[in-house]
């Protein structure tokens, strides 16, 4: 062998012993990078002085976002979030006229959010959401032949999609959704 074939072969093999040490030593060095960093979080929950469940999360990164409950006037719970960012999304709920709980949400970016329902005829509840940008979403809830509750949603843009319910044989209550787009799916639930 030649001293220059003899040097190439010795730069080979001192290549592949140094690629060999690195892919040893990178999943180790990996692996202790990876444990100086924080990956839980913790909620801690206490009860206000009006009794309402207030909630505190902090984040793996340390954010804390703290949920504050009050009963408001109506006896109804009232939320106000603070996230880690100092932004607040409230939400406001009230009895209307028929008795209903609706509700208003102000996200942290100031988009409105409102909630209104109805009972209708059937004595089954209705519900029309509003979102911050003015789509209307209703709910319509009415009792088929079967005695089971089926449900219609119009969205904002006008799709809509049905939702049949129906007892099975075993007593569990089946679903066939027909979604806006005119897709079918079944949803079978058997009692074992």
Do not use: W
Not at 70 to 89: E, S
Not at 131 to 154: L, Y
């Amino acid at each position: 062998m030649n001293p220059s074939a003899m040097k190439r072969s010795h730069a080979v093999a001192a290549a592949i012993a140094t690629l060999f040490l690195c892919a040893s030593a990178v999943p180790a060095l990996a692996q202790a990078a990876d444990t100086t960093r924080t990956t839980t979080h913790s909620v801690h929950h206490q009860k206000g002085a009006d009794g309402a469940v207030d909630a505190t999360r902090t984040g793996p990164k340390g954010g804390v976002t703290t949920t504050n409950r009050t009963i408001g006037a109506d006896g109804l719970a009232d939320k106000t979030v603070t996230y880690p960012n100092g932004k607040v999304a409230t939400t406001d709920k009230y009895r209307n006229a028929t008795g209903q709980v609706d509700s208003t949400h102000t996200g942290r970016k100031g988009g409105v959010t409102t909630t209104h329902r109805t009972k209708g005829a059937d004595g089954l509840t209705d519900k029309t959401v509003t979102g911050p940008k003015g789509g209307v979403t209703t709910t319509d809830r009415a009792r088929g032949a079967d005695g089971v509750v089926d449900k219609t949603v119009t969205g904002p843009k006008g799709g809509v999609k049905t939702v049949d319910n129906s007892r099975g044989a075993d007593g569990a209550i089946d679903s066939t959704i027909t979604h806006a787009n005119g897709g079918v799916s079944t949803v079978d639930r058997s009692k074992n």
